[in-house]
């Protein structure tokens, strides 16, 4: 080994310290009554906020209750015993810099990968319940069917299917909604494929007729309907009718099923009705509103490749279209990331500014390092003089803390990703002790809490934080590489 690592690693963790048995047994008696400690106010916070009441309630047995609440305990205990083993295996300041590292890491890290969750869900989300693919005109499309089989023969394509979108009023109960309207064209054999039909949590989607409806699972219980219920419909055609002095009355449908996709948005704000309903409702006769594409797999240069495929196959029937019902029959394919643009920016925008904003603690941490350093040039300003005048050069002394700062980094780093996989790991249980369900549903729009690990942001955040722990150890560097000899020999 090299001597500027060797002595790098040696002032970091000085040889053998805290590393005896009698060592150990302190740090092991002082984790155990802190962590106790620490365990009874946390009891008692849950205690005074209800959130142990609701445990209670929510788990099986009292014993259940006793082994979550004792390996909370636990890892309490191992937190306490690591965090006092690291200040009596390393200076103090340098301990700092460690745990300051370590943290920053953490919640880079958690940061991110909850928001790369969040965006997943809400791109799984988008492309169950509007395909991959949509054909759009300005005015309703005719004659669906024709478009629907010339873009089957799209290679990767493996469902098109006519739909008719919408808002309307339902009453059940004399409680009102205005959900928007999903359709399914029940003389189809594909629809049966729509992935919001694998979503139907109670009922069946083969009960769905001309009269009956299915509700999203945050509807049903908004609405306190179920499978059976009946509800009442008006679509905006009806309220049209009404400013012609008509009196038009409801539909009435019963619930044939109850679908759940895991985003509570959609689940609260859509029904799903026969696109057969839905064109006597708006009045559409056989028209429907846009031809909904689904392809093999999610891949977006497969995304882009089937949007141009389909256009240029739609090429003919939009020349003969145009010519006969004029230019707003002309029909566009938009892929789902088109029509969620809005959304999909804000999400970016979003784990943008998080990541700068969190990454501020990584920065604060590496001035700890730089103090730290700083502080250990003028405490070893004589054994400075001492490499120097055994032959030492410069860089080689510069290269001792430079290593410092590299090695603060890099266990702090190291720490800090085993932090954060363990904190997302156990992140539902965490969030279901201090936040009530029904605000992560109402707030966020989940039920439960997303994450998605990428390969790129871990590789990002670590080669970030190297970077700014080995730049804050070049000043001390460079302060002590221009050290005489001769002047640290006479320090006192």
């Not at 002309?330 to 990454?359: A, C, G, H, P």
Request: hydrophobic share 50%; net charge negative.
């Amino acid at each position: 080994m090299p001597w500027p690592v060797y002595l790098a690693c040696k002032h970091l963790f000085p040889t053998g310290r805290g590393l005896t048995l009698r060592a150990l047994g302190r740090v092991l008696r002082f984790a155990a009554l802190v962590s106790t400690v620490l365990f009874a106010g946390l009891l008692g916070f849950l205690w005074w906020r209800g959130v142990l009441a609701r445990l209670h309630d929510d788990t099986p047995s009292l014993l259940a209750l006793a082994g979550q609440l004792g390996f909370v305990w636990l890892l309490l205990a191992l937190a306490v015993f690591f965090i006092a083993f690291l200040f009596h295996c390393t200076p103090f300041f340098n301990a700092m810099s460690i745990l300051g590292i370590m943290l920053g890491v953490t919640v880079l890290i958690t940061v991110q990968s909850v928001m790369n969750g969040f965006a997943n869900e809400y791109v799984r989300v988008f492309i169950e319940t509007q395909g991959h693919l949509s054909i759009f005109a300005r005015e309703p499309i005719k004659n669906p069917q024709e478009v629907a089989n010339l873009v089957k023969q799209v290679p990767g394509v493996t469902l098109a299917e006519p739909v008719a979108l919408g808002y309307m009023m339902l009453l059940c109960d004399n409680l009102p909604a205005f959900p928007q309207v999903r359709s399914f064209d029940m003389n189809n054999p594909d629809t049966v494929r729509d992935p919001l039909v694998a979503t139907i949590s109670q009922g069946s989607f083969d009960d769905l007729d001309d009269h009956s409806v299915l509700l999203g699972s945050s509807l049903a219980d908004q609405l306190d309907a179920h499978v059976g219920s009946t509800v009442d419909v008006y679509s905006l055609y009806m309220l049209q009718a009404i400013s012609r002095d008509d009196v038009p009355r409801p539909k009435e449908l019963t619930v044939a099923g109850i679908f759940d996709t895991g985003f509570a948005m959609y689940d609260q704000n859509t029904i799903g009705i026969t696109l057969r309903t839905m064109q006597e409702l708006y009045g559409l006769g056989d028209e429907v509103g846009a031809v909904e594409v689904r392809l093999d797999h999610d891949d977006l240069d497969h995304l882009y490749q089937a949007q141009t495929a389909i256009q240029q196959a739609l090429e003919s029937l939009n020349q003969r279209r145009v010519a006969t019902d004029g230019p707003d029959s002309e029909l566009k394919v938009y892929t789902w990331q088109e029509r969620n643009r809005d959304q999909l920016q804000i999400l970016f925008v979003e784990k943008s500014v998080m990541f700068y904003i969190m990454i501020v603690i990584v920065i604060v941490a590496a001035f700890c390092i730089l103090c730290s350093l700083a502080t250990s040039v003028v405490r070893k300003t004589r054994e400075i003089g001492v490499l120097g005048v055994l032959g030492a050069r410069p860089d080689q002394i510069a290269a001792v803390f430079c290593l410092q700062g590299l090695l603060i980094g890099a266990v702090g780093t190291l720490l800090g990703v085993g932090l954060s996989l363990l904190l997302l790991h156990f992140r539902q249980s965490i969030v279901n002790a201090f936040v009530d369900q029904r605000l992560l549903v109402e707030f966020y729009k989940f039920y439960s809490f997303p994450v998605q690990y990428r390969l790129m942001d871990f590789a990002k955040i670590i080669g970030f934080t190297f970077i700014i722990t080995t730049l804050a150890g070049l000043l001390p560097a460079w302060w002590a590489a221009r050290l005489k000899p001769a002047d640290c020999l006479r320090y006192e």
